[in-house]
């Protein structure tokens, strides 16, 4: 019988409960995603800005850095 369920945890005490479950082997915990459909950051920002853009505002990052640095 395999029946899987999404439960939401409102208490860190229910983790242990549950970790003692797998335990006896009564359950398997699995690790899941909040949001599975939420789609990659490089895939969701991909061509937000051009390569000019990005390289400038890589080279203004590392001047940041360093002016940081020297304080």
């Known amino acids: 019988m395999e029946n899987t369920l999404i439960i939401q945890l409102t208490n860190q005490k229910a983790a242990r409960l549950l970790h003692e479950l797998e335990e006896l082997h009564l359950i398997k915990v699995l690790k899941a995603s909040n949001d599975p459909d939420k789609p990659k950051l ?3 920002y991909k061509g ?4 000019e853009e990005g390289q400038q505002l890589n080279d203004h990052i590392n001047q940041v850095r360093s002016e940081w640095n020297s304080i």
């Open 42 to 44: 490089s895939k969701k």
């Open 48 to 51: 937000f800005i051009t390569k």
